[in-house]
């Protein structure tokens, strides 16, 4: 298992909340992303955050946000939710030097959403 | 756009048979990586093997080799000797050497039989 870890493990929200998940990067890894997994497909590149700054953005809304802090742990927040947002959200942790592509990602083992 | 193709949803190999995973991709870049990784199922994901494009040799890892095709786009995994623990989905992935954006295929589940 990699040092990457994700709270909660499962969360159910109702259409229009928000929601808050968390990513705890593996020791000395400056950088983290985040990913949506629907069922049955692929990550899609939400986000990254290099050093508490946003680096780099995949094609999602600007009411899908995010946090990195100081100790390079990370949240992803999202508003106004919809059922499409059902999903696996992955967060992957890596080593970046000068905000470049990084080493490889370190995946945790991912917080399923399900909104009603 | 970058996007990954994978063109088998499911695959299957008898337990010490050799399997391969297709993968193709589309860009206009020169400079770029590639990476195989695995999903066990309820598992986190993890890396299989990446591959630099400015390098002609094939990555190995152990049981696990890649063909790379940089004008065919085309990036397959043979895994060789397959084992019982590498049933799961495998995910062939894309990034840029100019950005952070990971694009990912839609996975081919393998199922390894005894």
């Known amino acids: 298992e990699t040092g990457v870890t994700q709270s909660p493990t499962h969360l159910i929200k109702t259409r229009g909340q928000q929601v808050t998940l968390r990513c705890s990067s593996q020791s000395g890894h400056n950088t983290v992303s985040w990913y949506q997994q629907a069922l049955g497909q692929g990550p899609q590149f939400i986000f990254q955050?290099?050093?508490?700054?946003?680096?780099g953005r995949g094609n999602f809304p600007p009411r899908f946000s995010g946090l990195q802090f100081p100790n390079y742990s990370s949240e992803l927040n999202v508003n106004a939710l919809e059922l499409d947002d059902s999903a696996l959200y992955l967060c992957?942790?890596?080593?970046?030097?000068?905000?470049?592509?990084?080493?490889?990602?370190?995946f945790g083992p991912g917080t399923r959403l399900t909104v009603t | 756009a970058q996007t990954v193709t994978q063109s088998q949803p499911e695959m299957s190999v008898q337990e010490a048979e050799t399997v391969t995973l297709s993968c193709t991709y589309d860009t206009s870049e020169s400079d770029y990586y590639l990476f195989w990784y695995k999903q066990p199922p309820s598992r986190q994901m993890i890396l299989v093997i990446r591959?630099?494009?400015?390098?002609?040799q094939n990555a190995t890892e152990n049981r696990f080799s890649v063909n790379f095709q940089k004008a065919a786009k085309s990036f397959s995994l043979k895994i060789s000797d397959s084992q019982l623990g590498d049933a799961a989905m495998y995910f062939c992935a894309y990034r840029s050497a100019s950005n952070n954006d990971m694009r990912f295929g839609a996975g081919t589940r393998l199922t390894v039989k005894p």
């Open positions: 591959q630099e494009a400015y390098k002609q």
């Open positions: 992957a942790s890596s080593l970046a030097l000068a905000g470049g592509p990084g080493h490889e990602q370190y």
């Open positions: 955050y290099y050093r508490e700054e946003e680096n």
